[in-house]
């Protein structure tokens, strides 16, 4: 079956970086798009980036654009995530998905069919 697991949470001060990373298994990784979504307490969850699968094209929240980078290595089937500048506000759980086959890279989080279990994010002040 589909996994993706993530790691590379953590906790860091205000200013700093983590890179998170989503490794996947179970489906031609290489033909889906991902993408990062975010959820903080009492919040919906949110989209961050998406990239797609055939051009290596990237999207982000205006939140987060040009502080976060996606990308993805599909010869080792794992999507990133380098967050630098990050600030207290970034402090969430975050989830990677995978999007429908072939399909393009989208914002909405109905339109990913696979999730993984997230990795907390804390920034502290």
């Known amino acids: 079956q589909v996994q993706l697991v993530e790691s590379g949470g953590g906790l860091v001060q205000a200013g700093g970086s983590l890179r998170l990373s989503c490794a996947a298994s179970?489906?031609?990784?290489?033909?889906?798009?991902m993408g990062w979504f975010r959820q903080a307490p009492g919040k919906e969850r949110q989209f961050v980036a998406a990239?797609?699968?055939?051009?290596?094209?990237?999207y982000y929240a205006d939140s987060v654009k040009g502080r976060f980078t996606i990308s993805r290595d599909n010869g080792k089937n794992t999507v990133y995530l380098q967050m630098t500048s990050l600030e207290p506000e970034d402090t969430a759980v975050y989830y990677c998905a995978a999007g429908s086959y072939s399909d393009y890279a989208r914002r909405g989080a109905n339109e990913y069919v696979y999730w993984g279990q997230g990795t907390q994010v804390t920034v502290s002040s």
């Open positions: 990239i797609t699968w055939n051009d290596g094209n990237t």
């Open positions: 179970g489906l031609t990784f290489s033909r889906y798009p």
